[in-house]
């Protein structure tokens, strides 16, 4: 698979990355072994860009399909939620301890929010020490939110950005509101002409883009400004439709049977606001015993009403 490399950073990788969140715990819960052989087969076919977090609790499935010592130029992208400086510092030495590295090669902030930079400046600190101290290669952030990207064009010590955009304009914000695509495009050409190395993530919206597949990847692959497309993964399968898009061997009017996806809720990014279960047309959505939403499959008709309107992206299918 062609490579690239992330703005100034010198770090190469591939023009596609593996996502692992879809396999582990916060949604198929795969077995670690059968994870690992994804993540193995992905790397045998060209990726290696790997993303995970702190928070997906994936690290086993990544440290597995490694222990061999197969692969040599695997570049690996971790993240914390932390917004403290010792929170963040402890999660950089848990991902050193658990991914069998000394060094990471990019640790980011996690998800940052409209006005988060300044609640989160401890966390940043960390980052900056942690490249300082040869801990880590490349610092940056990940954001849904366009003020955010913005900012981080201008950003001195930070390296790469993270962010979410696909063609539909799903789960990109702008403070409490909703954004569009071209806003979020005009970051990112920011960063990109500031030097950050910049990989999108959401091509497929959390999996309701999914059945306009040629569609969704068309649009970020054609945006020059982006280095990479970290695409999440839970089958061998998928990554044999991706190397078949980029090679062009797809047929044009091929698109993955998603008939048997389900709306789910992901209850770690959930926050209980109400906005899917408001829009649901047949009243399957409804708070559980946590108070988090719920979908009752047996009434979900998968119009998909509920996924544009989440402002954090917890609603997805798989």
């Not at 999108?200 to 999996?207: L, N």
């Not at 770690?268 to 009243?283: L, R, V």
Request: charged letters at 25%; aromatic letters at 8%.
């Amino acid at each position: 698979m062609k490579r690239t490399t992330l703005g100034r950073t010198c770090i190469e990788v591939s023009i596609a990355g593996f996502g692992v969140l879809p396999i582990g715990p916060s949604q198929l819960a795969l077995p670690v072994d059968e994870g690992a052989e994804i993540i193995k087969y992905a790397f045998q076919n060209g990726i290696n860009f790997i993303d995970t977090a702190e928070y997906y609790r994936a690290y086993p499935y990544i440290s597995e399909a490694l222990k061999d010592g197969e692969f040599e130029d695997i570049v690996i992208c971790s993240k914390s939620l932390s917004a403290d400086y010792n929170g963040m510092m402890d999660a950089i030495y848990e991902a050193r301890k658990e991914l069998h590295r000394d060094v990471i090669d990019i640790f980011l902030m996690h998800e940052v929010r409209s006005g988060q930079l300044e609640e989160r400046k401890g966390a940043w600190e960390a980052l900056k020490d942690a490249k300082k101290q040869g801990l880590v290669r490349a610092i940056g952030l990940s954001t849904h939110h366009v003020d955010i990207a913005m900012s981080a064009a201008s950003m001195t010590e930070l390296d790469v950005v993270f962010p979410l955009i696909n063609y539909a304009s799903l789960g990109i914000r702008k403070g409490n509101q909703f954004a569009t695509r071209e806003e979020m495009m005009e970051s990112i050409q920011a960063c990109h002409a500031a030097g950050k190395g910049v990989f999108s993530m959401k091509a497929f919206g959390g999996g309701g883009l999914t059945g306009n597949y040629q569609e969704a990847l068309n649009y970020v692959f054609s945006q020059p400004e982006i280095d990479s497309v970290m695409i999440g993964f839970g089958k061998t399968a998928e990554v044999d439709d991706l190397l078949a898009y980029l090679d062009g061997s797809m047929a044009k009017d091929y698109n993955p049977d998603v008939s048997k996806k389900k709306v789910h809720i992901n209850h770690e990014d959930c926050e209980g606001c109400g906005s899917c279960k408001n829009a649901c047309p047949a009243g399957a959505i409804y708070w559980g015993e946590n108070g988090l939403a719920e979908v009752d499959h047996d009434k979900c008709l998968t119009c998909g009403y509920c996924s544009p309107v989440c402002p954090v992206r917890a609603v997805i299918m798989y």
